[in-house]
């Protein structure tokens, strides 16, 4: 078996870069899972340069399962076991995108290429390690239920998208961690707050006013990258990290009406590729 890695998806963002860079200088080999790897190729040889630790990059698309799938065949080939996955990879898109197998591209990155993902990951990740998802408090305003992947261009709405994916991702948290818990895999979500991202560009009249009101406020990538670190080296599951404090995802989600649905109609979408 070679050495044990933690694998950041989105490692070339903003808190990708930040949960990376705190990693690696904390002794830990990391993979940074990138969709563009000659842009985030400078950061992990800089890691490299600076930290002891053993910094790799590889291709990783979300919105392709084909590259997801490779990808996990690639980890599995090298023999390659994994201490921890951070999936912190997602995106927030002003116009309506679709994925190769038709499902709207927030959607499909931020829940179906991340489910897919890390199902085939799990038969590598240690006893004791950890899967780490990234959640947000528009976890709150999202709904789940049988229109779930019906957003089309003209119902399509950012907002909308987004919270789906990201209530979807809390949900699957909450089942992953009861089902994983025999394998002593610690299944938890990080919430990074509202974070100084590209993300948080609304593409709109009042961005200039926003930025000069709200960003020194907010959190940096740093301290946005808090959550998915604690939460990555805990001995609990099951848990939201708001920074370094923690809590039960609550039971209206760990037993919502819709989850099985969700979980059939995602598998219907994903089983060629498992």
């Known amino acids: 078996m070679s050495k044990s890695y933690t694998i950041v998806t989105g490692a070339g963002g903003s808190i990708g870069q930040a949960i990376t860079r705190a990693l690696a200088r904390e002794g830990h080999n990391v993979i940074m899972a990138c969709r563009n790897i000659a842009k985030d190729s400078p950061l992990c040889d800089r890691l490299n340069d600076e930290c002891n630790s053993k910094v790799r990059i590889m291709q990783l698309d979300l919105s392709s399962l084909d590259s ?27 116009h309506y995108q679709a994925t190769q197998q038709g499902v709207e591209m927030t959607v499909g990155v931020n829940f179906v290429g991340t489910y897919l993902l890390t199902r085939l990951l799990v038969p590598t990740i240690r006893q004791g390690g950890h899967i780490t998802f990234t959640t947000s408090l528009t976890r709150y305003i999202g709904k789940v239920d049988h229109d779930f992947f019906n957003l089309t261009p003209d119902n399509y709405g950012r907002f909308k998208a987004y919270s789906r994916s990201k209530l979807a991702t809390t949900l699957l948290t909450a ?17 990074p707050g509202v974070v ?5 560009h609304m593409d709109a009249w009042f961005d ?3 930025d000069r009101l709200f960003r020194p ?23 939201i990290f708001d920074k370094t404090r923690h809590h039960d995802i609550p039971s ?21 590729w498992l």
């Open 196 to 200: 100084d991202t590209g993300m948080i």
């Open 252 to 272: 209206k989600w760990r037993n919502h009406p819709h989850w099985q649905w969700l979980l059939d109609e995602t598998h219907r979408i994903i089983t060629p």
């Open 68 to 94: 997801v799938a490779r990808f996990a065949q690639d980890i599995h080939r090298e023999d390659i076991e994994i201490d921890t996955l951070i999936n912190n990879a997602g995106v927030m898109l002003k």
């Open 208 to 210: 200039p006013l926003a």
């Open 175 to 191: 089942h992953l961690a009861q089902e994983l818990t025999s394998q002593g895999i610690h299944v938890n979500a990080g919430d």
């Open 217 to 239: 406020i907010i959190s940096t990538p740093e301290q946005g990258a808090i959550s998915a670190l604690c939460a990555s080296n805990s001995n609990v599951s099951g848990q």
